[in-house]
Nanobody
Framework: QVHLAESGGGSVQTGGSLNLSCVAS????????MAWFRQAPGKELEWVST????????YYHDYVKGRFTISLDNSKNTLYLQMNSLKPEDTAMYYC??????????????????????WGQGTQVTVSS
């Protein structure tokens, strides 16, 4: 059974850091596109970042480039999102998502909810000014 469990959220002040984790079970992350999305209250779901199974292809939305780093440890089946220089506008529920892919596929362009089959329950990130 596929399961994604996020953790690591919390409350920090502007400029602070958090490291989110997403433990995947029931499938090998190495053969999946893995991603982080976020949703702020009253707003639509936003794509944040995507990494392919081998970790060779990584994509970020412009508003997190240079501040967030996505990584994947296939030996632990765990996806990470290191978030630095946090801003109040980063406040949101953060979700990890996964979708099967051909081994080595780039996962390019997978930025929509419908591009991912499996989702976690989310972890809350709150950044105060």
């Amino acid at each position: 059974q596929v399961h994604l469990a996020e953790s690591g959220g919390g409350s920090v002040q502007t400029g602070g850091s958090l490291n989110l984790s997403c433990v995947a079970s029931g499938f090998p992350t190495e053969t999946h596109c893995m991603a982080w999305f976020r949703q702020a209250p009253g707003k639509e779901l936003e794509w944040v970042s995507t990494i392919n199974g081998p970790g060779a292809y990584i994509y970020y939305h412009d508003y997190v480039k240079g501040r967030f780093t996505i990584s994947l440890d296939n030996s632990k089946n765990t996806l990470y999102l290191q978030m630095n220089s946090l801003k109040p506008e980063d406040t949101a529920m953060y979700y990890c998502a996964a979708d099967p892919s051909r081994r080595g596929a780039s996962c390019y362009g997978r930025t929509r909810r419908r591009d991912y089959h499996d989702w976690g329950q989310g972890t809350q990130v709150t950044v105060s000014s």
